[in-house]
């Protein structure tokens, strides 16, 4: 049987008082209505529609949103641009980026400091390379060791940039996760984890699922606690605005 690809998400304009913005429209059979949404710690606007006939009106909705949509842009705080003399968390402890004239490698984390070699121009971008490699590392070394323990292994891992979750599991029995939760405490990220290979036994968050999450990390209230807490902090890093 041959099944249908859903749309890739496509991106068109909405303008509110003069300001143009970029509007993100996607396709989830699971939404049971249309709904719009405003990132709080980036400000990207969405619509999410539950059919492709819904979707062909997705802007048409998203402008009868226009006054909410401005009351929650309003409330966004501005991005952190990564740089030189920028303070971010970096396994939840504040580390400085400073420029170094030489050093063990482009970029490399020491005593509170995340040191970046070359042009000031490139430093943005090698830091958030530097951090992407380290989200990587650290996810993979989680799954590694809780995967077993349910019987169970990923088809994939791979580590994105997203604005909505801070991890998934999808049917493919494909692990994915925010490169973002190298920026939180040791113990947020292993609990995000958990959450993800406990789906590749139960997909829904049932009874079963949250006894297998359990029985990988004893303590999952304080993790989820810190994230509803700081998980909007940690969209503001970014490399341009």
């Known amino acids: 049987m041959l099944f249908r690809k859903p749309p890739v998400p496509r991106h068109e304009l909405l303008k509110i008082d003069g300001r143009e913005l970029e509007v993100r429209l996607r396709l989830n059979p699971r939404a049971r209505r249309m709904i719009v949404k405003v990132n709080p710690a980036t400000g990207e ?47 939840g402890v504040p580390h400085q980026i400073r420029a170094a004239a030489k050093g063990p490698a482009p970029v490399w984390a020491e005593d509170g400091v995340i040191w970046v070699r070359g042009r000031e121009a490139h430093a943005s971008r090698r830091v958030l390379d530097f951090l992407k490699k380290e989200a990587r590392t650290a996810l993979e070394a989680r799954v ?57 036994r139960e997909m829904n968050h049932g009874p079963s699922f949250w006894a297998h999450v359990k029985s990988l990390v ?14 909007r902090e940690l969209q503001r890093y970014a490399v341009k605005a």
Not at 46 to 62: C, E, I, N, Q
Not at 219 to 230: E, F, G, M, R, V
Request: charged share 20%.
């Open 144 to 200: 590694v060791d809780h995967a077993p323990r349910l019987a169970t292994k990923p088809s994939r891992i791979t580590v994105r940039d997203t604005a909505s979750r801070w991890g998934s599991c999808s049917s493919g029995r494909s692990l994915s996760f925010s490169w973002r939760l190298i920026l939180a405490p040791s113990f947020v990220l292993d609990y995000v984890v958990a959450h993800e290979v406990a789906h590749l």
């Open 218 to 231: 004893a303590d999952i209230k304080t993790p989820q606690a810190w994230l509803k807490k700081n998980g």
């Open 45 to 91: 606007v969405s619509v999410t529609a539950p059919s492709r006939r819904g979707l062909a009106h997705a802007m048409d909705f998203a402008r009868g949103q226009q006054d909410w949509i401005k009351e929650q842009l309003a409330k966004v705080p501005g991005p952190v641009l990564l740089g030189a003399g920028i303070t971010i968390p970096f396994h």
